[in-house]
């Protein structure tokens, strides 16, 4: 099934920022604190992600709205639904469209009660590289609920050796997420082409199809938002002439 089909499956639910509201404050099954924070640590979290919350959301098309449901529905029944049999989503889009916003509104929610890895494919490889770590944060991976991978596919690999390593690195990530059942969020400005081709491991597109076999894909297809983001504060710093 293609991305473009995942993401027009139903109709569109509008939702009002009052309506999120209602939905947070999602319970789920407690571990010890020290454990959560050890994922926390390892995590790549920014002052930016801590305010990214369902309480925050701005939403702007009925799209985003039914989506915005969606995945607070997700956080709401993780424990019961999705941990065990490592459902995950992956969202869809061209850059400033939100996509890394929503994870971090299910990682806000999530990660004080669950472990919960958090980062980029580039950051990972760069930290088993420098620390020649890899065994430590595949087991990291396999103990984890859920592992999140923003904006991958923004790395490039080169056809070279150290290529070849980045995807043996690639597999071994992915390898260890399938096999364990562990939940799975991706963000991706590529689209299912380029998706495939980002990671194809000896011409095989094993990868992306055991992504597709856990994870629902949702299309973010409108505009960045980034030019209004702080539109409000522009005016009243250097007003509107």
Avoid at 22 to 30: L, W, Y
Avoid at 120 to 148: A, H, M, P, W
Wanted: glycine share 6%; charged share 35%; proline share 2%.
């Amino acid at each position: 099934m293609s991305i473009t089909k995942l993401s027009q499956m139903g109709s569109t639910i509008p939702v009002s920022p009052s309506d999120l509201s209602k939905m947070v404050g999602i319970e789920n099954v407690d571990i010890p604190k020290q454990e959560a924070e050890t994922y926390d640590k390892y995590s790549n979290i920014n002052k930016k992600d801590l305010r990214e919350t369902f309480l925050n959301v701005a939403v702007e098309n009925s799209t985003e709205g039914k989506y915005a449901k969606k995945f607070n529905n997700y956080v709401k029944f993780f424990k019961e639904k999705a941990k065990d049999k490592g459902i995950g989503i992956m969202m869809v889009g061209e850059h400033g469209t939100g996509k890394t916003y929503y994870s971090n509104c299910i990682w806000n929610e999530l990660h004080k009660n669950n472990k919960v890895y958090k980062t980029t494919f580039g950051k990972y490889v760069r930290d088993i590289q420098d620390k020649f770590e890899e065994d430590k944060y595949l087991k990291l991976i396999k103990n984890s609920d859920l592992v999140i991978l923003d904006d991958l596919g923004s790395e490039h690999i080169k056809s070279d050796e150290k290529g070849s390593w980045k995807k043996e690195v690639l597999f071994n990530l992915f390898q260890t997420i399938y096999e364990n059942e562990i939940c799975l969020i991706i963000t991706t400005n590529l689209n299912e082409e380029k998706m495939k081709e980002f990671l194809e491991i000896k011409g095989s597109d094993k990868v992306y199809d055991r992504i597709l076999e856990r994870c629902v894909a949702f299309n973010f297809d409108w505009k960045s938002r980034r030019p209004k983001l702080y539109e409000k504060e522009f005016t009243e710093l250097f007003g509107d002439d």
